[in-house]
T-cell receptor, first 114, second 112 residues
Framework: DTEVTQTPKHLVMGMTNKKSLKCEQH?????MYWYKQKAKKPPELMFV???????INESVPSRFSPECPNSSLLNLHLHALQPEDSALYLC?????????????FGEGSRLTVL | QQQVKQSPQSLIVQKGGISIINCAYE??????FPWYQQFPGKGPALLIA?????SEKKEGRFTISFNKSAKQFSLHIMDSQPGDSATYFC???????????FGKGTTLSVSS
């Protein structure tokens, strides 16, 4: 069982909708990540929060807006998405700081944009 | 220089056989090399990892071989089982604050 919990597991939204993806971990990890994964491709880093501060933003379009309310929670706010944004969105955490390599992934939120 | 090149893209192995997946890197600043296993509909899970100060690490049926001079590392799955059928990603990380770099993945099918 994964210790990184993501909700919802599936989300279908129109291009004008606003929705949010949520992630929670209770392992005391201090770095949390959002990745995007297309079918048959590796995970692609979007954002990293380290000690609740945004430390890496991989030039992600502004229609994706991350938020880290506290050290256990990570949100990804979605607005005015495009069909090509349909993908599996993965949350991950690691023990300390950005990039120890030992990432713990959630099961992902499967997003479909119509 | 930031790439991790992984091969093969797909692999079919008979039950009981040895599965071998190879990765190569260029950046000598990389100092941590994990392998992730991903089943369909699931997130990747850390399988095994190695640091450059050792040439081999074994955990059960899974072994990483590391060749620092060649800048290559590989995953060996001994006695492959149908339950090992998944996508495997090698990865590399360097100094803190930089992103984990993934290879493109290998889809392994173990036939019974």
């Amino acid at each position: 069982d994964t210790e990184v919990t993501q909700t919802p597991k599936h989300l279908v939204m129109g291009m004008t909708n606003k929705k949010s993806l949520k992630c929670e971990q209770h392992m005391g990890h201090r770095a949390m990540y959002w990745y995007k994964q297309k079918a048959k491709k590796p995970p692609e880093l979007m954002f990293v929060y380290s000690y609740e501060k945004l430390s890496i933003n991989e030039s992600v379009p502004s229609r994706f807006s991350p938020e880290c309310p506290n050290s256990s929670l990570l949100n990804l706010h979605l607005h005015a998405l495009q069909p090509e944004d349909s993908a599996l969105y993965l949350c991950a955490s690691s023990h300390s700081g950005a990039n120890t390599g030992e990432l713990f992934f959630g099961e992902g939120s499967r997003l479909t944009v119509l | 220089q930031q790439q991790v090149k992984q091969s093969p893209q797909s692999l079919i192995v008979q039950k009981g056989g040895i599965s071998i997946i190879n990765c190569a890197y260029e950046n000598t600043a990389f100092d941590y090399f994990p392998w992730y296993q991903q089943f369909p509909g699931k997130g990747p899970a850390l399988l095994i990892a190695i640091r450059p100060d050792v040439s081999e690490k074994k955990e059960g049926r899974f072994t990483i071989s590391f060749n620092k001079s060649a800048k290559q590392f590989s995953l060996h799955i001994m006695d492959s089982q149908p339950g090992d059928s998944a996508t495997y990603f090698c990865a590399a990380s360097g100094q803190a604050g930089t992103a984990l770099i993934f290879g493109k993945g290998t889809t392994l099918s173990v036939s019974s």
